[in-house]
């Protein structure tokens, strides 16, 4: 009797980790970040669309890829300054210099430099104030990590 044969892997539908968050390869460029947002589930997956294009609208030259499960975002040569992140009930938006910024995102993280935006299902996104954290974020020195 055959073998069902695999789902090709453009086919196969990601991972869900713990809270929901997509598992996808590491990976460089918009096609990893997309294929993240496409995976987010429920009300989540328009959030993450609604970041990333705002993300783009904002910032143009912005740089993408996925690490650690998670698309970050950049810009060439300085490094990521933001990243985000599927949990149970919220979208955790990481700003890895946030601390820098004015005012600081909402909530502290245990790294003193980075600062957090909560995101919770139909909640409002202060657009202006994204943008405007966006634009000082990528005129920071970024993180290294690759």
């Not at 698309?71 to 955790?92: A, D, R, S, V």
């Not at 938006?93 to 935006?117: C, H, I, M, Q, W």
């Amino acid at each position: 009797m055959p073998r069902d044969k695999a789902k090709p892997a453009a086919e196969a539908k990601p991972k869900l980790l713990s809270g929901g968050n997509p598992q996808i390869p590491k990976g460089d460029g918009d096609g990893p970040v997309q294929a993240y947002i496409a995976a987010m589930p429920e009300w989540k997956q328009d959030v993450g669309r609604r970041l990333d294009e705002l993300i783009v609208r904002t910032l143009p030259e912005v740089r993408k890829a996925v690490r650690w499960n998670s698309p970050f975002y950049g810009i060439e040569g300085q490094g990521w300054f933001l990243t985000f992140h599927c949990f149970t009930k919220y979208i955790k938006v990481a700003f890895l210099n946030g601390a820098s910024l004015e005012p600081p995102p909402p909530v502290a993280s245990k790294d003193p430099n980075t600062r957090y935006l909560h995101i919770h299902q139909d909640e409002p996104i202060d657009e202006a104030q994204l943008e405007e954290w966006l634009r000082q974020a990528a005129r920071l020195p970024g993180e290294r990590m690759f």
